[in-house]
């Protein structure tokens, strides 16, 4: 639920991301991608298998782990999301199929902070092995607000830039920007562990979908109903370890490049040098064969054409 809109490494007005602009010389942050649905199910049903909105089918061809299970690596799916629910019944089953499944948030109490996965990160990131995809289902900022940071990251507390003066308005953005701004501390400490390995490593975060915090509409949440741009627009931020540039010289990273995260799985295999039948270069962003796709939202409309300024 984290749209890039409210991060300061995106140019926000708040500085909701310190940890990520001190690495920003490390780091490349995509400025045009966007997700396909602003629900995770619908997302990440395209975003972590084959299927994509042309071709929603393909979901049930291949997934993200078993592509990587495949290509020799140990998978790893770390999770503080509930394993079981409504919307979290497909992704369970998809990350099934990794080679080890941790999930921390099992109880009825509150949820845990995502801050919590770490020490598991670090632990995985010890393991002997050469080759692991490791993924994070973090809670990110999702809606309630400010329950997913500790309080110590509530430092936003005046009255923020909005259009929307009302009290709740003020809250609820307050809420949610201190959420970003532990998302940042969460983030940055996965690219410390991954530094202190000094080895061939690369990371990539992005969200399933974004979030409306009173910025273009008087709402918080997210619907395709209400369909803001905010809801649509996500983060998408690579990290590459000195020798992980080295091994993708052939590669573009390209920030400017537009992009729809359903198509994540080809770009993660040219990251990984992981070849198979199916692979469209030119749906891989990192790929000089690169070529932008008409990013299809909610009832086929074009992202494009839909927000046009």
């Not at 990110?140 to 009290?167: M, W």
């Not at 201190?178 to 501390?185: I, K, L, T």
């Not at 399933?208 to 649509?232: F, P, R």
């Amino acid at each position: 639920s984290t749209s890039r809109n409210r991060m300061g490494i995106y140019n926000y007005s708040r500085n909701t991301t310190p940890k990520l602009k001190n690495l920003s010389n490390e780091i490349y942050a995509f400025k045009n991608v966007v997700t396909p649905h602003t629900h995770t199910l619908h997302a990440l049903e395209k975003v972590l298998t084959l299927g994509n909105t042309q071709n929603e089918d393909n979901k049930f061809k291949g997934t993200l782990l078993q592509l990587f299970n495949a290509a020799g690596f140990k998978t790893y799916w770390l999770s503080n999301q509930p394993p079981s629910g409504l919307w979290d019944n497909f992704i369970t089953g998809i990350a099934s199929s990794a080679s080890e499944t941790k999930f921390i948030n099992i109880s009825n109490d509150k949820t845990p902070f995502d801050g919590d996965l770490l020490p598991y990160f670090d632990s995985v990131l010890k393991e002997q092995g050469t080759k692991k995809l490791i993924i994070l289902h973090l809670m990110g900022t999702h809606f309630l607000y400010e329950n997913r940071h500790p309080k110590s990251f509530a430092v936003f507390k005046d009255v923020p830039q909005s259009i929307f003066k009302s009290a709740e308005a003020t809250k609820q953005i307050n809420a949610y920007d201190n959420a970003v701004m532990y998302q940042d501390f969460v983030w940055s400490q996965i690219i410390s562990q991954l530094k202190e390995l000094d080895t061939n490593a690369s990371a990539i975060f992005l969200s399933d979908h974004g979030e409306e915090v009173y910025q273009s509409i008087a709402y918080a949440g997210h619907a395709e109903t209400k369909g803001s741009k905010n809801m649509y627009d996500i983060p998408f931020i690579v990290w590459l370890s000195p020798e992980k540039k080295k091994g993708v010289s052939h590669l573009v990273f390209d920030i400017n490049r537009s992009f729809s995260s359903e198509n994540l799985l080809f770009a993660m295999s040219d990251l990984a040098n992981i070849s198979f039948t199916e692979m469209q270069t030119e749906w891989s962003v990192f790929n000089t064969a690169f070529k932008p796709q008409n990013r299809l939202i909610f009832n086929g409309q074009d992202y494009d054409a839909y927000f046009k300024e």
